[in-house]
């Protein structure tokens, strides 16, 4: 690796492990969902007392999540941004998504503005200031 990655190397493992966060998901929902009785490619109704549906629920919101930040963290590091504040932000964008992850599959705390909620903004939050001190990196 080059001296320059190195640089990043927790911004960079972190988003690695938001893509096998989603492929762990994944690998748990679809026989889940097929021993509930649901087709491939089909939405379980909503359940939020159903362990298939929280599951399904947390995949798809991760892989809707993980274009993005990847993009912010590459973003990032591309324009050179401060390692510190890359590897930081990312490394917390990570942790918080495991945080929904974790709230979301067991069913823990509220439907809405429970944990699971601000772990969600918090991880936006991540992301979006990751984009911004890219833009920010490349402006100034």
Known sequence: MTETLAAYSHALMSVALFAVLCQVLSALLAPRLSKAGHAPGTVPPVNYDDPVFRLFRSYHNSVDSMGPFA??????????????????????????????????????????????????????????????????????
């Not at 990570?94 to 439907?111: D, F």
């Open 71 to 140: 993009a912010a963290v590459v973003a990032a590091v591309l324009a050179g941004a401060s390692p510190f504040w890359v590897n930081l932000l990312a490394s917390l964008g990570l942790l918080a998504r495991l945080g929904v992850v974790a709230c979301y599959v067991p069913g823990i705390g509220k439907n809405e503005f429970g944990p699971r909620t601000f772990a969600y903004i918090f991880q936006s939050a991540m992301t979006i200031l990751l984009g911004l001190l890219a833009a920010g990196t490349l402006l100034f």
